[in-house]
Nanobody
Framework: QVQLVESGGGLVQPGGSLRLSCAAS????????LGWYRQAPGKQRELVAA???????KTVDSVKGRFTISRDNTRNTAYLQMNSLKPEDTAVYYC????????????????WGQGTQVTVSS
């Protein structure tokens, strides 16, 4: 059974930082494309950042320069470092994975975590 478990969310003031983690099991992690998505109330789920098995990265313009996606294949864990957080970053953040060796495709994969809440408020 494939399982993705997010952690690291919470309440933070504008300008603050958080690091989200996604621990994966039941999957050959090093072969997976990984992504972080978010969904705010009343809005569609959107891609934040993705990283391929080969390390190529896609980051959306709204978070570019502030958020960094990374992976540690020895720990089967993906990370999203979020700096300079803004109220509009408030959302549930979801980890996504797919055992796809493509190094150019950044779309959503077949597996999702349950999400972790990030709230940016003063």
């Amino acid at each position: 059974q494939v399982q993705l478990v997010e952690s690291g969310g919470g309440l933070v003031q504008p300008g603050g930082s958080l690091r989200l983690s996604c621990a994966a099991s039941g999957i050959i992690f090093s072969h997976c494309r990984l992504g972080w998505y978010r969904q705010a109330p009343g809005k569609q789920r959107e891609l934040v950042a993705a990283i391929t098995s080969g390390g190529n990265i896609k980051t959306v313009d709204s978070v570019k320069g502030r958020f960094t996606i990374s992976r540690d294949n020895t720990r089967n864990t993906a990370y999203l470092q979020m700096n300079s957080l803004k109220p509009e970053d408030t959302a549930v953040y979801y980890c996504n994975a797919d055992p796809d060796l493509s190094n150019t495709y950044y779309g959503p994969g077949r597996y999702w975590g349950q999400g972790t809440q990030v709230t940016v408020s003063s």
